[in-house]
């Protein structure tokens, strides 16, 4: 190999590793920014670099003036899996609220999954210093619930269904106890029909008028998307590969 060979595959090389330093620059810059999302979502200001993590329970933030209605009351959150329930939580301790988790998903199958998720869960609450309530599992009673629907394509009749069996004991659980407001982590799915899961929420929250309502929220928006994306990689979350009951493989 000649000398002005050589020194073409020197050039090449410095090229890539400068490409290479630019890249990772820009995915550092990145992460920084987006971890911060959730504070500017809240008009607060961004919180100092030395840290990626999320912006959650160490940092004090004033609610955001579209959800105070709701962020002032006693919140449950109905919680279908940690993935799904990241960026929520995290907003709602980042904008002041201290909710309680309400995990009631006996349409997962098998049961083994069920408690991998519901571990998961549990683990990223603690985190973030709030409590995690188990419903009942009972799968048999689910089945019972969506009978004649199993055949049904994902965001068909037997996903709304689900979702109106799950809430309406959330719902239950939260007026039983003193909850004011009620929302869920299934709306933050874009796997999801957010229309079936706000129709199952109304529905659940409608025996238990003047005390307890359903939250609306599109939680797939103002940069919470992205968000759970990336939690879901700083926490290395067991991130499921089907939603849950055995008709969805």
Known sequence: MNLA??????????????????????????TLCSSCALSSLCG????????????????????????????????????CCAPCSGAILEYLVQCGAKPTVFFSNSNIYPEDEYRLRLKELKRYCKSLGLK?????????????????????????????????????????????????????????SRWKDLEQVNRAGYLACRPYEGQLKWWPRNWRKGGLQPRRSEIIREQNFYNQSYCGCEFSK
């Open 132 to 188: 995690t309530v188990e419903d009942k599992y009972d799968h048999s009673d689910w089945l019972r619930a969506i009978r004649g629907l199993e055949k049904e394509k994902e965001r068909g009749a037997r996903c709304e269904k689900c979702f109106s069996f799950r809430l309406q004991r959330a719902a239950e659980y939260a007026a039983t106890h003193g909850y004011q407001t009620l929302t869920t982590t299934l709306a933050s």
């Open 5 to 30: 060979s050589i020194l073409v595959l020197i050039a090449v090389g410095l090229l890539i590793c400068a490409a290479l330093f630019f890249l990772h620059r820009q995915r550092a810059k990145k």
């Open 44 to 79: 607060k200001k961004a919180p100092e670099p030395e840290s990626q993590k999320a912006c959650g329970s160490g940092t004090k933030v004033s609610p955001c003036p579209e959800d105070n209605e709701y962020l002032n009351s006693k919140i449950l959150v109905h919680s």
